[in-house]
């Protein structure tokens, strides 16, 4: 490097230098200081949808004169239903799990998942027949037109399986 060449490359490097120098953190020497703000980012978990089981509504289902506190979901079958009520309707049994009982007219089953597992205690809608189905016993394999409308109080579930007439009303 000529001498020329090197005069020039000094100043300059001795100005990276510098600001370098700068531009590095100087916190361990400004004494303590609060930490900067977190931000939120999308990486995290998504927010929890609500489940077919979520309870957003509470009903007072009669059983053959004894009151049993239930509570359906918020989904749009659900909604519908409640629409429906007051009712009183006659029970069958069905394979030995679930009272079952026509209702009025057809419920919206509009945005529910394409089957469902019901479980002892549940309210469920099946789409096929357009009927109202009370699970005494656990059901099967998941059912495609099955529609999980609430559920009925812990500790009641074993009234549902010798009704004979449910009367339904919005609970208080």
């Known amino acids: ?20 120098a700068c531009a590095q953190d100087t916190r361990e020497s400004s004494g303590p200081t609060s930490p900067a703000p977190r931000q939120r980012t999308a990486t995290g978990p998504a927010p929890t949808q609500p ?14 004169g004894r009151p049993v506190d239930a509570a359906l979901n918020d989904s749009a079958a659900a909604r519908d239903f409640a629409a429906l009520l007051p009712l009183a309707l006659d029970l069958s049994d069905f394979h030995g799990t679930e009272r079952i009982a026509d209702l009025p007219r057809r419920l919206d089953t509009s945005g529910a998942p394409d089957a469902a597992r019901a479980r002892a205690g549940d309210l469920a809608y099946y ?22 409308l609430g559920h009925v109080a812990d500790g009641d579930t074993e009234r549902l399986a010798t009704a004979e007439h449910v009367t339904i009303e919005a609970g208080s």
């Open 127 to 148: 789409a096929p027949w357009g009927n109202l189905a009370l699970y005494y016993r656990d059901g099967g394999s998941s059912d495609s037109g099955l529609v999980i």
């Open 51 to 64: 489940t077919s089981r979520t309870t957003t509504v509470t009903i007072r289902l009669t059983l053959d």
């Open 1 to 20: 490097m000529t001498p020329a060449a090197l005069a020039r490359a000094v100043p300059a490097a001795a100005l990276l230098l510098a600001v370098t």
